[in-house]
């Protein structure tokens, strides 16, 4: 099952969901969460401009027309500390199957954008944004905490020098905190198809949340193209066996009940 894949209602999306669902239905999967971005940074082109209504009325068509396959009104929604009350606030007035909890900036600043890091530097960044991972766990609005390491990806795309070292450190007590918590951790694939070269998060951060107790995975594609519905999951299950994880507790771990 892929829990997180996007459709025309994000704005980084061009694909119909109907794609999607005819990708996964073409694939074999059980099951397809459509989790478009829900946006409410003002630097963020998508701030503002999801339709719930629309959305909510193509996912109930498709529920109707594909009954072989499961599929689920989902949406990716954007935290931090500086628009919680707004994110509370859309999160307790709609009704969605799977909510994904995401974080994608640094005070503010979106993560693709250099000026993220200026000023206090690398490191300050990656400590701020786990902290509002953090923040986010302990807010406990969502289903499944998404792409938990998600800023390597921009550290590698931008070109910084970073410590990896660092990163697992800030990183460690929030991974913790979603196990404890008994939030579902999402292992996303879409760093094996960008500069990261691995899931979000990696071997070592899903050693962490197993050791912290944590059982709740689910598989996450993070697809904008239908044909990058359910990329990687085979790499992502090995990986997820190298973390630790064994036999049965794989596959029951990455069904969210």
Known sequence: MDFHVHSRFSVDCETDAEEMVLSAVEKGLKGIVITDHVDFNPLDPGCGKYDYDSAKAEIERLKAAFPQISIGFGAEVDYSRLWRDEVAETVVGRTWDVVVGAVHSVNGIPLELRKAYEGAGIEAAITGYFREVGAMVEDDMFDIVAHVD?????????????????????AGPAVERIASGGRYLEVNTSGLRQEAAECFPGVELLAVYRNAGGQKLVM??????????????????????????????????????
């Open 150 to 170: 998600i800023i390597k990806r921009y550290l590698e795309r931008l070109g910084f020098r970073w410590s990896r070292e660092c990163l697992l450190n800030e």
């Open 220 to 257: 996450g594609s993070d697809a904008h193209r239908s044909s990058d519905v359910a990329a990687g999951f085979a790499e992502a299950a090995a990986a997820v066996v190298r973390a630790g994880y064994r036999g049965r507790a794989v596959a029951d771990s990455l069904i969210l009940s």
